[in-house]
């Protein structure tokens, strides 16, 4: 089984969402790596989930950390093979990692993104576009064409079971990035809405 584009799951927090999403063929696996965030999983949980699953990349999710503590807090962090920030300095300062990097930014703040699109193919940074809004116009549709055209594009807004198949079908586009979400207790979680888009993504054998 495979899906019609590639996936990556945001802020994993659990290994309940972690072996599904594992067993439905995503990409990636994204982890919150910093610390005070109500999201974050320590090297042991990182290390208690990864032991479970495997042919899966795994991405570092940060928001406002520098290059040095993300590099020192990598190294408690195996397998790590892409990182994601909201800051473009930061990714181009660990560059020289040998990662594959991921620069977060939102649909409204555009104005302040199209003057480092030439930075980001430079870098070969690949684009994480989210959104305040969970849905999205046809000028926010406008604009993703265009910067799909230009830039490998991680779409995070506006997916819902009933658009992911127009969706993914942007020309140019890299892939959904998801949410995922915490368990209601141990090992019990609804999947209804992500379930939902990823079965609508599954290739016909």
């Known amino acids: 089984m495979a899906l019609k584009t590639k996936v990556k799951i945001n802020r994993i927090t659990n290994l309940t969402d972690a072996r599904y999403c594992s067993g439905m063929y995503v990409d990636i696996l994204g982890f919150c790596l910093e610390k005070g965030s ?7 949980q990182f290390q208690e989930i990864t032991g479970w699953i495997s042919g899966i990349d795994y991405a570092a999710e940060f928001a406002e950390e520098d290059a040095y503590t993300i590099e020192r ?15 473009l300095e930061t990714l181009v300062q660990l560059n020289s990692l040998g990662k594959k990097l991921i620069y977060r930014v939102k649909i409204e703040e555009l104005d302040t993104l199209l003057p480092k699109i030439d930075l980001l193919r ?11 809004n969970k ?8 604009i993703i064409n265009k910067l799909s055209s230009q830039l490998n594009l991680f779409l995070g807004a506006g997916i819902t079971p009933e658009k992911a198949n127009s969706l993914c079908e942007l020309p140019g586009l890299f892939g959904f990035a998801l949410d995922s ?21 599954e290739l016909e054998d």
């Open 181 to 201: 979400g915490d368990e209601i207790k141990p090992g019990l979680r609804d999947f209804d809405q992500l379930a939902a888009i990823l079965e609508n993504l």
């Open 38 to 44: 109500p999201h974050f999983v320590s090297p042991t």
């Open 73 to 87: 807090t990598l190294a408690e962090y195996p397998g790590i093979t892409w990182i994601e920030s909201g800051d």
């Open 135 to 142: 849905s999205l116009t046809i000028d926010n549709e406008f």
């Open 122 to 132: 430079e870098h070969e940074i690949t684009l994480h576009l989210t959104s305040i």
